[in-house]
């Protein structure tokens, strides 16, 4: 039994988580501008930027072969789109260190570790001028 058919319902999915990462991304990105400064900020566009890119393109090729297809029909398919396609896998290379470099600001201040770029040293929670986060 093969669980290929649903890939094409798992890659929307997948599109849809990604785009559902990235407009919360860029709304913390903008309710912690100052106190994440630049370098945060601009850490955070690139991980938003970098995951969007690296990931859909993928997805997209994923989702448009046929689910009536055979597994081993699929794939072949597959690497055939991928080898006419070859800006996908280099994408991808590019956005993973992206992804990867982008995210140590993030990790360090949600975790507690450090501080973030903007100097914000990290305490319980992340900081707010007022009940409601800053405006």
Same mark, same amino acid.
């Given at each position: 039994?093969?669980? /290929? &058919? ?23 990105? &903008? ?18 930027? %970098? ?6 393109? /993928?997805?997209? +090729? ?5 689910? +009536?297809? +055979?597994? %081993? ?6 690497? %055939?789109? /991928? ?8 994408? @991808? ?13 993030? +990790? ?14 990290? @305490? ?12």
């Amino acid at each position: 039994m093969s669980l /290929y &058919a649903a890939n094409p319902a798992v890659q929307g999915l997948k599109v849809v988580a990604v785009a559902v990462f990235a407009l919360g991304m860029l709304g913390l990105r &903008a309710q912690w501008r100052d106190e994440l400064g630049r370098l945060g900020t601009g850490a955070a566009l690139v991980l938003v930027l %970098a995951t969007v890119a690296g990931a859909v393109p /993928y997805s997209v +090729a994923e989702a448009s072969l046929s689910p +009536a297809l +055979a597994p %081993a029909v699929a794939e072949a398919q597959l690497e %055939a789109t /991928y080898a006419g396609h070859v800006w996908i896998g280099i994408l @991808a290379s590019v956005a993973m260190p992206l992804i990867l470099t982008a995210s140590w600001p993030w +990790a360090s201040w949600f975790s507690g570790a450090g501080s973030c770029p903007g100097g914000y040293e990290h @305490a319980a929670s992340p900081p707010s001028s007022s009940a409601s986060g800053p405006s």
